[in-house]
């Protein structure tokens, strides 16, 4: 496995989620541990945009509890109702949104969050296992290109669950 990610010097998101995906495919095909393979994919998401919060929130005990992330320490519990996580989770959609004052109900883990992406990851009986939630110090980071990045990134995650 190499241990190095190999990115272009673009600045561009589509451009460097293309260049990542085989990358996180080759990471994780060898390895069959659930936690293994979402510990590299936040750090690989978080080594290539550089984005202030990579991490996942896993469906527990009826709420969503922190998994693994990368960025500074984070709320460990969401109740499903509550925030842009709560949000993904009840609607089963990925949610962009660009400036997280404006969302009601949004969870401020950090006040240096301005926007993000949260992305549900379903088990193959098609109910949400767990939620990607990336976020941005930058006010409307995210675009369709980062939801459709991040889609087909998950969509290796369900083919290993
Ligand atoms: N902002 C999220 C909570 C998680 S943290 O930002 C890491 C939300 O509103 O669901």
Redesign the pocket.
Known sequence: MAETLILPPSTNRAELYEALYPQIEALVATESDLIANLSNVAAALKEAFGFF?V?F?MVKEGQLVLGP?Q?PI??TR?PFR?????ACYTRQETIIVPD?EQ?P??????SA?KS?V?VPVFHRNGTVAMVL?V?SDQLDDFSEADAAGLEKIMKLIERKM
């Open positions: 919060w991490g929130y992330f960025g984070a709320c969401i509550k925030g842009v996580c709560g997280v969302f109900g949004h969870i401020a883990c950090s969050s993000e949260v939630d976020d």
